[in-house]
T-cell receptor, first 111, second 108 residues
C-alpha cells in the first residue's frame, strides 16, 4: 500500500546543531508539506513543494530549509537548531486539489 | 490573509449528548474547508471536507458563508470520539491554514 513515512520518530539534539528530518511518500504525489504542531497554535506550515525542484516558504519558515530532488522525498533541515524549534513535526502530501495525507510525525527536542 | 479560529481549546460532553465544535474563518476568496481528527498518538486523518457534503462517523459540517463558519456537529457523542479536532482552510494556491484545535473529551 502507498504510504507516507517520517524518520526518525523521536530525536533529541543540542542547540546549534544541524538536524534533518526525513519524509518519504510512495503515493507519487506532487505536493508535499511540512508543518509544526505546537500547543495553542495548531499546525503551522513551514515549507511546501509542488514538484521536483520547487520549494516555497510557509507561515513559519525562518530557520528551516527544504529541498526536493525527487518526487518521493522532502527532507526538512534545521540549519542551527534552537530551543524554540522543539516541536512535533508533520509531513503531508497530496495530489492536485485532493486532501492531504499526513505522516506519523517526528517529536524533536532541542536542549 | 486567511485565518481559521477555533474558539474552544477544550470541550467536554457526556456520552450520548450532542456535540458542536466551532470553526470560524476569514478569507477573501472562495474557501475550501476541512475537518481533520487526531486520535491519541496517531496521525491526523481527514474527517470531512465541505465540498463532499457527506457524514463521516456521524459527524456533519455545513459551510455557512454568511457567518463564515464551518462548525462540526454530531447528535450523539461516543467515547471513541475523544480526540483532537482541527479545522483547516485551503486557499486557491493550495496553502492550508489550520486552527489551533479543539480537544474533545467524551465522558462515560
Amino acid at each position: 500500500d502507498a504510504e507516507i513515512t517520517q524518520s526518525p520518530r523521536h530525536k533529541i539534539t543540542e542547540t546549534g546543531r544541524q538536524v534533518t528530518l526525513a519524509c518519504h511518500q510512495t503515493w507519487n504525489h506532487n505536493n508535499m508539506f511540512w508543518y509544526r504542531q505546537d500547543l495553542g497554535h495548531g499546525l503551522r506550515l513551514i515549507h511546501y513543494s509542488y514538484g521536483v525542484h520547487d520549494t516555497n516558504k510557509g507561515e513559519v519558515s525562518d530557520g528551516y530549509s527544504v529541498s526536493r530532488s525527487n518526487t518521493e522525498d522532502l527532507p526538512l533541515t534545521l540549519e542551527s537548531a534552537a530551543s524554540s524549534q522543539t516541536s512535533v513535526y508533520f509531513c503531508a502530501s497530496s495530489a492536485g486539489n485532493q486532501p492531504q495525507h499526513f505522516g506519523d510525525g517526528t517529536r524533536l527536542s532541542i536542549l | 490573509a486567511q485565518r481559521v479560529t477555533q474558539p474552544e481549546k477544550l470541550l467536554s460532553v457526556f456520552k450520548g449528548a450532542p456535540v458542536e465544535l466551532k470553526c470560524n474563518y476569514s478569507y477573501s476568496g472562495s474557501p475550501e474547508l476541512f475537518w481533520y481528527v487526531q486520535y491519541s498518538r496517531q496521525r491526523l486523518q481527514l474527517l470531512l471536507r465541505h465540498i463532499s457534503r457527506e457524514s463521516i462517523k456521524g459527524f456533519t459540517a455545513d459551510l455557512n458563508k454568511g457567518e463564515t463558519s464551518f462548525h462540526l456537529k454530531k447528535p450523539f457523542a461516543q467515547e471513541e470520539d475523544s480526540a483532537m479536532y482541527y479545522c483547516a482552510l485551503r486557499s486557491f494556491n493550495n496553502d492550508m491554514r489550520f486552527g489551533a484545535g479543539t480537544r474533545l473529551t467524551v465522558k462515560p
